[in-house]
C-alpha cells in the first residue's frame, strides 16, 4: 500500500472514530457552532428568536465535513420529511430539530411571552415521528434562553423524557452552554436517538 492509500485509510478511521456515540458528537458540533457565530446567536438570544432554519444547513455541513454521508436537509421518507438526514457507517440518521425559545425573564433579553409549552409538545411529536422512521432518529433541541443557575428546564426535558420512553444523560444527551454577552444566559443542547 501507498503512503497516500494509508493517510486516506487513517483520515477516515478518524472521522469514523469521531461520530462514535453520534449524540455526543451532534451536541459537541452545534456547541461549535454556537461559538463561532456568537454574533448571530446573541441577536436571535435578545430577541428571542429562534434559528432553526440556519443553525439546519450549519449542523448538515458539520456533519459532512465529519464524515457522515448522503448529507440532505428537508429529506422526505415514507411520506415524512426530516430536518436533516445522513448516512453513517451504513445507517440512515433521520434528525428532527428544534430551537425552543422560552418565556422566562432575563436582564438584557427582550420580555416576550413564547408558547413553552407548544414548543415541548412539537418535541414529542417530533420524537413520536421518528420511531416510526425506517433508520435511526434523533430528536434534537435546543432551550433558550435559561437563567444562570436556574433548573426550571428540567421540567421540561423531564417530560420529553417521560413521554418519548427515553432516558436523557448530561454530556452524552444534553450539555449546557454559557452565554455571556448583552445577556447572561445558557442554552440547553440536547440530543437522543428515539426508539421503538
Given at each position: 500500500?501507498?503512503?497516500?492509500?494509508?493517510?486516506?485509510?487513517?483520515?477516515?478511521?478518524?472521522?469514523?472514530?469521531?461520530?462514535?456515540?453520534?449524540?455526543?458528537?451532534?451536541?459537541?458540533?452545534?456547541?461549535?457552532?454556537?461559538?463561532?457565530?456568537?454574533?448571530?446567536?446573541?441577536?436571535?438570544?435578545?430577541?428571542?428568536?429562534?434559528?432553526?432554519?440556519?443553525?439546519?444547513?450549519?449542523?448538515?455541513?458539520?456533519?459532512?465535513?465529519?464524515?457522515?454521508?448522503?448529507?440532505?436537509?428537508?429529506?422526505?421518507?415514507?411520506g415524512q420529511r426530516a430536518d436533516i438526514?445522513?448516512?453513517?457507517?451504513?445507517?440512515?440518521?433521520?434528525?428532527?430539530?428544534?430551537?425552543?425559545?422560552?418565556?422566562?425573564?432575563?436582564?438584557?433579553?427582550?420580555?416576550?411571552?413564547?408558547?413553552?409549552?407548544?414548543?415541548?409538545?412539537?418535541?414529542?411529536?417530533?420524537?413520536?415521528?421518528?420511531?416510526?422512521?425506517?433508520?435511526?432518529?434523533?430528536?434534537?433541541?435546543?432551550?433558550?434562553?435559561?437563567?444562570?443557575?436556574?433548573?426550571?428546564?428540567?421540567?421540561?426535558?423531564?417530560?420529553?423524557?417521560?413521554?418519548?420512553?427515553?432516558?436523557?444523560?448530561?454530556?452524552?444527551?444534553?450539555?449546557?452552554?454559557?452565554?455571556?454577552?448583552?445577556?447572561?444566559?445558557?442554552?440547553?443542547?440536547?440530543?437522543?436517538?428515539?426508539?421503538?
Amino acid at each position: 500500500m501507498n503512503a497516500q492509500a494509508l493517510a486516506e485509510i487513517s483520515e477516515m478511521g478518524l472521522r469514523v472514530k469521531s461520530m462514535e456515540n453520534i449524540e455526543t458528537k451532534i451536541i459537541e458540533l452545534i456547541e461549535t457552532i454556537i461559538y463561532d457565530h456568537f454574533n448571530l446567536i446573541n441577536i436571535a438570544l435578545r430577541q428571542k428568536a429562534k434559528f432553526e432554519g440556519w443553525l439546519k444547513f450549519e449542523l448538515a455541513s458539520a456533519l459532512e465535513k465529519n464524515g457522515a454521508e448522503s448529507v440532505s436537509v428537508e429529506y422526505n421518507y415514507e411520506g415524512q420529511r426530516a430536518d436533516i438526514s445522513f448516512v453513517h457507517n451504513q445507517d440512515r440518521y433521520f434528525i428532527e430539530l428544534k430551537t425552543s425559545n422560552t418565556n422566562w425573564r432575563i436582564d438584557g433579553i427582550e420580555a416576550k411571552t413564547r408558547p413553552i409549552t407548544k414548543n415541548i409538545n412539537s418535541i414529542i411529536m417530533d420524537g413520536f415521528k421518528l420511531m416510526l422512521c425506517d433508520g435511526i432518529g434523533l430528536v434534537v433541541f435546543l432551550l433558550f434562553p435559561i437563567p444562570k443557575n436556574d433548573s426550571r428546564w428540567r421540567q421540561y426535558t423531564d417530560r420529553i423524557s417521560k413521554d418519548l420512553g427515553i432516558r436523557l444523560i448530561e454530556d452524552k444527551n444534553y450539555k449546557l452552554l454559557n452565554i455571556d454577552s448583552d445577556s447572561s444566559c445558557q442554552i440547553l443542547v440536547s440530543a437522543v436517538i428515539t426508539e421503538t
